[in-house]
Structures are given as C-alpha cells and as structure tokens.
C-alpha cells in the first residue's frame, strides 16, 4: 500500500480502462520476453541477425532492409502525427506526448532514408510484429494520455525533466546511428567495430540514448502504460544489446574487452 501511495506521487491515477490496462501488462511482458530471447541467442532478424535461426520449413518473404526498417517506423509516426487531429489541444502535457512520439519516428524515418546504409534483408515475419509494436504501444500511449483529461495532476511534475531526458536521448541517438552510418564506405557491405563517441565505452550507445528518449517520454506523460512500455523496452535493448556485444566478440579477435555492451563500466 505505501508502495503504491509513493507511486502514485509521480503517475496519473490508473484510468478505468480495461485495454490500456491489459496492453500495459502485455507490452511489459511482450518486450522482456524478446530481451530474455535475444539473450538466449533467439534474435528478431534484423541489421546483424538478419541470416540467424533461418527457417526450413519454407521459404520466408523477403524485404529490403532499407524498405523493412521504413515499415517499422512509419505507421508509428503516422499514428503520433493523426493524433494532432484526433485529440486536439488537450493540454500542454499531451502536445508535448504527441509531439515528442511524432517526432521520435520522424527522426526514425529520415535516417532510414537519409543516414543509415543498408546492404541486407529482413523477413517480412520479424518486420510485422516489431511494427505493430511500435504502432499500437504509440497509439495506446496516446489515449492512455486522453484518459487523463480531468485527472488531478501528479503531485511531483516529472514533464520538464522529461523533455530534457528527451532531446538528450533523440540528438545522442542520432549522433550514434551518424557515426554507425560513416564506418562504410561507398558500397562497402563489411561490418566494423565502431568508434567514436561513447562507442570506446559500450557497443550499443545507440540504445543506451534510446532507452534515455524513452524515459523522458514516459515522464513527460507520467501514465502507468508509457512507464510499462519503457521498462518493457529497457528489457529488450538490454538483451538486444548483449547479443550484439556477443556478436562483435565473435567475428572480431581485436574486439576491446572493456566495452561493454549497454551501460558504460556497467553492463
């Protein structure tokens, strides 16, 4: 019970709704789930593992990972950009859950368009689930926000920290995904240990700022679901990024010991 009471000083009251309180269960559970499978060497088939746990049974739909990586990102944006028109001027704190989720995946799309190089495939079956992920956990973000219209405010404002965990998360991801984007050159398909930035100190920065934009987000709403999502996604990246600190150790003798996988001297 003081558990609660001390939770309920940084979230809004949990609304009366039975969808967003299954789909904050679901999507913790869901995105953990993929976390503890990525560890035990089960990858979603994408970037480095696309070519892992390949099927035999039949012959998978292939997309190219330039166009896969466009139909994980836009519905999301897509859903956070409607949102404008479907819940307008709902308060300062809902713009700025719209506008920070809208322009999240924005930024998404325009690096698979713009920055990221590409030299793969990726099956339309991992494709599929991640995108409807992403999609359905922004529009139940979305209108677990809506649920609050009329709710007392948390007693502790988490909105303005938010925003600044936010734009640390959104420009050091971008800054990372930058670096990845310089280690080939003009049609060079060969991975390469990265360098620069926090890439001395842990081979995924790249999530660590993700996981950082998403805690802003998720204070920056302060509902129980954008909190499950984001601890749901700590779990993934987490497991994400040791199965890619394990890849890196075994297609690289020179591989630096001490970098870790996630969190710096940490993880």
């Keep these: ?29 869901s995105l953990a789930r993929a976390g503890f499978e990525e560890i035990k060497g089960k990858h979603l088939q994408y970037s480095k593992f696309q070519n892992v746990n390949p099927s035999t049974k039949k012959e998978k739909i292939q997309l190219s990972s330039k166009s896969g990586m466009l139909l994980l990102y836009t519905p999301a944006f897509l859903a956070g950009a409607a949102s404008f028109y479907v819940f307008p001027h709902e308060g300062l704190r809902t713009t700025f859950v719209q506008s920070a989720l809208t322009l999240h995946f924005f930024k998404r799309v325009l690096e698979v368009l713009f920055v990221h ?23 139940t973000m979305l209108y677990a926000q809506h649920l609050t219209l009329g709710l ?28 990845l984007s310089k ?15 926090l890439f001395g100190l842990v081979i995924c920065p790249h999530y660590l700022f993700e996981i950082i934009g998403f805690y ?3 204070f920056i709403s302060q509902t129980l679901y954008a909190f499950s999502f984001t ?17 890196y150790q075994s297609k690289f003798e020179d ?3 001490h970098v870790k996988a996630l969190v710096p001297f940490v993880l």
């Design 117 to 139: 190089k590409y030299s793969g495939t990726m099956p339309l079956d991992s494709a599929i689930p991640i995108t409807l992920s992403y999609f359905l956990s922004t529009a």
């Design 1 to 29: 019970m003081a558990m609660l009471s001390a939770l309920l000083n940084f979230l809004f009251p949990p609304p009366p709704s039975l969808f967003v309180s299954a789909m904050s269960a679901i999507s913790l559970v």
């Design 152 to 179: 007392p405010e948390p007693p502790i404002d988490l909105k303005y920290p938010g925003i600044l965990l936010f734009f640390i998360g959104i420009f050091g991801n971008l800054y990372h995904h930058y670096l």
């Design 231 to 247: 601890l749901g996604t700590t779990f993934y990246l987490v497991g994400r990024s040791c199965a890619t600190r394990r890849w």
């Design 183 to 197: 280690l080939r050159g003009s049609g060079e398909k060969e991975y390469k240990i990265p360098k620069g930035g």
């Design 255 to 257: 591989f630096p010991q």
């Design 216 to 218: 802003g987000i998720s």
